[in-house]
């Protein structure tokens, strides 16, 4: 039993000294990969600890991949990088490049000793619950964006209480757990409303919404703000072989429509910002550029991924709405 030390009276939890003895172990290679640690009932025994004082190390140790378990066999040394405190199990529905923002700006924030595992569900529900449940018990943190899924909530609960936290978009249901959010009903509301004075010299607002990736709440808050202010306004799926009407203004979640509409505006002879508009959702460097500008609506990326990485890093409790802005530009 000279792999683990055990002191009273120091101030340091029993289940982290052990986990600190087993650290030293490793750096001292007097364990070495595939080395059989102690059993919990030996370590038990030896320092008079309860099994949930043993089993609370051995499992922190196991989340962060450094030893694993072998049922009716006892733990083994799985690996020998003893320098990662966090290992991160980082779900995103899809990769796209805001949502690579997050996550460049997540990796420079959260530091050198963690170790981030990226997965993406594709907004399909079988594949969202294979990857909680395959995930379950071998991190030390799980970051999840949930979208609009149905019984997410129910499948998030059967991961380990306290190292759940929730990016994007949250619900109701997800209330108790820390998150980095976007409100997307208020941000497309207030984003409206800072236009408003240039909306105006539109016959229509136009929301082209498929409704299957994007959040509801962009819907709610669009209907909100066109009721509210009395504009003439329309709500479609999708942008094929329909013809643009002057004074049409479009309001573009997805990026694929928008570079539709773009090129029927092109085809039609019409000037964006001048025969129609475009407000799209979502700031990436090319809408800078393409047509002399897109106006967007748009959170901020890199501060949701140094905001997520601080909710990490220091246990923070909160759930936090990322603050959005409206970007104008020529096509508004």
């Not at 962060?64 to 990088?81: D, T």
């Not at 998030?156 to 936290?165: F, M, R, S, Y």
């Not at 002879?269 to 967007?296: M, W």
């Amino acid at each position: 039993m000279n792999i683990i030390s055990i002191q009273n009276n120091i101030g340091l939890p029993k289940y982290k000294q052990i986990i600190l003895s087993i650290e030293k172990a490793i750096e001292e290679e007097k364990l070495v990969k595939g080395d059989r640690l102690p059993s919990v009932n030996k370590v038990c025994l030896a320092f008079s600890l309860s099994r949930d004082t043993v089993l609370l190390g051995y499992d922190e140790l196991k989340k962060r991949g450094i030893i694993y378990a072998i049922p009716g066999k006892g733990y083994y040394v799985k690996s020998v990088e003893t320098t990662i405190k966090q290992k991160i199990f980082l779900l995103f529905d899809e990769l796209n490049s805001f949502k690579e923002d997050i996550y460049n700006s997540f990796l420079q924030h959260i530091g050198k000793n963690a170790q981030v595992d990226i997965f993406f569900h594709h907004f399909n529900g079988p594949v969202f619950q294979k990857l909680i449940n395959d995930s379950n018990g071998n991190y030390t943190k799980y970051i999840i964006m949930p979208t609009d899924l149905n019984d997410v909530a129910k499948l998030i609960k059967t991961l380990p209480v306290g190292e759940v936290i929730i990016l994007d978009q949250t619900n109701p249901d997800l209330k108790l757990y820390p998150a980095i959010y976007q409100n997307h009903e208020k941000d497309i509301f207030e984003g409206l409303l800072k236009g408003k004075s240039r909306l105006s010299k539109y016959e229509k607002l136009i929301l082209i919404f498929p409704g299957f990736r994007e959040p509801l709440g962009m819907k709610i808050g669009f209907e909100a703000f066109c009721t509210e202010h009395n504009f003439e306004y329309e709500i479609i799926t999708e942008f094929t072989d329909r013809e643009i009407t002057l004074g049409d203004l479009y309001i573009i979640p997805n990026d694929r429509d928008l570079v539709r509409v773009i090129e029927k505006a092109r085809d039609q002879n019409l000037k964006l910002g001048i025969d129609l508009g475009i407000i799209s959702y979502n700031e990436t460097p090319l809408k800078k550029i393409v047509a002399n500008g897109i106006t967007t609506i748009s959170t901020h990326f890199e501060t949701m991924g140094k905001i997520l990485a601080d909710i990490v890093l220091k246990g923070k409790k909160e759930q936090i709405e990322n603050k959005s802005s409206l970007i104008m530009r020529n096509s508004l």
